[in-house]
């Protein structure tokens, strides 16, 4: 498995994003509406038509976005996709926005998972439901976290793009040099703990585990797997309040256990980079992660083991942060070939061919049934701990109020990692501000 340094790939782990301005658009009416201003319908005089698809991608990402193009334009002579947008995937939502306000954008844009319900609120966000419908891969073979994740209201607003999961690497050298045996599926939280404080060694500068200590959406994200475990949710059932109080106390009280035993190492800086070169370098123990990591740990050649995440109840939870490829409003032509290139590029033959060279897990159960994808499996140790999870994985719902409550709950994990409140009162601060964020009309 080729090494992709982390610059390089598409973003896996969203990161909280502003999304009021589309929002505020949308609202006030700023947002232009039908065709894009001044551009012309994309359609030639020999018939060809020309879609324009801002990717996020770099390096790696693009490339294989590159190859996959030029097969789609030997099978489709007459459509031809540009790849643009100047933009990385984490200033995509930014870029999306101005566009949409400027009446100029593209037809197809990568846009995290997180934001599409506000992207969606758009009048040009295009509604792909009879796409998928009409695939010729079953809607339904493709796994449920890729389909919850496009889906508001009913209606698929969104491609799912790129699919991964939640697990825990383990340094197995580091177990070696502890006497401890390496985890098994069907471990608890507890177990996680205990194993995190037996891995630390305060003066040799080594820790058990790691999380990200910015606030953004990837020190959060890690949170809601327990929360759900425990029966909870992110928003309660009325809509006007958050599903996590007393859970999200519970999930807490593990994280600061953590920061007591004094067995995580917290991230100071967005991204996580130097949590997982502390993990690469032999000094950390487990690192929960998901796929998108492991060309990195292999490039650094830890010797490693990947396990479920632990659970409290002993059933198997995971999430998912799927983003997408939403289709934005160009006129009937450009709108015609945007969902004809899509419908391909999500077909196993194609997505296969961007899972392996992007990082990105199948995105239906007939791409990993493919001998490509299930060798795949095969040679890169742990690959399908990462894949089997999706069976029991979750998204965070596509909730116009989803930023807020995010950055509530990430300020409440801060609070605790770094010792400044205890879980129960970090919740009731968060419960405050993400039930306000609930009440605003949307």
């Known amino acids: 498995m080729q090494a992709v340094p982390r610059s390089a790939r598409p973003a896996r782990r969203d990161v909280l994003r502003a999304g009021a301005g589309l929002a505020t658009a949308v609202a006030t009416g700023t947002v232009a509406t039908g065709c894009a201003a001044g551009r012309d319908d994309g359609v030639a005089a020999d018939g060809t038509v020309t879609i324009e698809m801002w990717h996020g991608q770099t390096d790696t990402g693009k490339k294989a976005l590159e190859s996959l193009v030029a097969s789609f334009t030997s099978s489709h002579p007459h459509i031809h996709v540009r790849l643009g947008g100047g933009v990385l995937a984490d200033a995509m939502l930014q870029k999306v926005t101005a566009a949409l306000a400027?009446?100029?954008?593209?037809?197809?844009?990568?846009?995290?998972?997180?934001?599409?319900?506000?992207?969606?609120?758009?009048?040009?966000?295009?509604?792909?439901?009879?796409?998928?419908e009409s695939s010729p891969t079953p809607w339904t073979s493709y796994w449920v976290p890729a389909r919850k994740a496009v889906t508001v209201n009913g209606r698929v607003r969104a491609a799912p793009a790129v699919l991964d999961s939640l697990a825990v690497v383990c340094n197995k050298k580091l177990f070696r040099e502890a006497g401890l045996p390496l985890p098994e599926a069907g471990w608890r939280w507890d177990d996680f703990v205990a194993t995190a404080k037996a891995l630390t060694d305060s003066r040799g500068g080594r820790f058990g585990t790691g999380w990200p200590g910015v606030g953004d959406e990837d020190t959060v994200w890690r949170l809601w797997p327990m929360i759900w475990d425990l029966g909870g949710d992110v928003v309660a059932a009325d809509g006007k309040h958050i599903g996590f109080g007393d859970t999200g106390t519970r999930a807490l009280e593990v994280v600061a256990q953590l920061a007591r035993d004094k067995s995580v190492y917290v991230d100071p800086k967005p991204g996580s980079e130097q949590m997982y070169q502390v993990f690469m370098s032999n000094r950390m123990g487990m690192a929960v992660t998901g796929p998108w990591q492991l060309p990195d740990i292999q490039q650094a050649k830890v010797d490693y083991h990947v396990v479920p995440l632990p659970t409290f109840t002993g059933r198997p939870t995971t999430i998912s942060g799927p983003d997408t490829w939403t289709v934005f409003d160009n006129g009937e032509a450009r709108g015609k070939a945007a969902k004809t290139f899509l419908s391909w590029l999500m077909q196993p033959a194609q997505d296969v061919r961007w899972d392996i060279r992007a990082g990105s897990l199948p995105l239906s159960h007939a791409t990993r049934a493919l001998p490509d994808w299930q060798h795949k499996e095969r040679t890169t140790e742990g690959l399908d701990v990462f894949t089997k999870a999706l069976d029991s994985a979750r998204v965070r719902p596509v909730h116009a109020a989803y930023p807020q409550i995010s950055q509530a709950l990430g300020q409440a994990v801060v609070a605790v990692l770094l010792g400044r409140s205890s879980p129960a009162q970090a919740m009731r601060a968060c419960a405050d501000d993400a039930n306000a964020a609930l009440l605003i009309p949307r």
């Open 102 to 132: 400027a009446g100029s954008y593209p037809d197809i844009a990568y846009v995290f998972g997180s934001d599409l319900a506000s992207v969606a609120r758009s009048p040009q966000a295009v509604d792909l439901t009879d796409m998928v």
